[in-house]
């Protein structure tokens, strides 16, 4: 079993900034990619940034110049650097990880609880 936790959400004024983290541990022999992804009230849930293991990164337009999406592999850990933030950031955060349990294995999808970000004065 793969767990995800994910911390640094909360509440910030527009124009700030906040960093998310999400350590992955448990069933883990290598992971993939990994992302974040969010999802706002009413609306579905849409890519922000991934990070391949190799450092490739892809971004949502939305928060090209303003997010930057890194990784630490010794410590399968993710991050998401948020600044300029506005209040259309505002959503519940997962982070996401492509990781398999062992050589050869297979390649599952995880995701992490949500962090919420809310941005207004």
């Known amino acids: 079993q793969v767990q995800l936790v994910e911390s640094g959400g909360g509440l910030v004024q527009p124009g700030g900034s906040l960093r998310l983290s999400c350590a992955a541990s448990?069933?883990?022999?290598?992971?993939?990619?990994m992302g974040w992804y969010r999802q706002a009230p009413g609306k579905q849930r849409e890519l922000v940034a991934t990070i391949t293991y190799g450092g490739n990164t892809r971004y949502a337009d939305s928060v090209k110049e303003r997010f930057t999406i890194s990784r630490d592999n010794a410590k399968n850990t993710v991050y998401l650097q948020m600044n300029s933030l506005k209040p259309e950031d505002t959503a519940v955060y997962y982070c996401?990880?492509?990781?398999?349990?062992?050589?050869?294995?297979?390649?599952?999808?995880?995701w992490g609880q949500g962090t919420q970000v809310t941005v207004s004065s």
């Open positions: 996401q990880i492509e990781s398999r349990a062992r050589h050869l294995g297979s390649y599952f999808n995880y």
């Open positions: 448990g069933s883990i022999y290598s992971i993939n990619a």
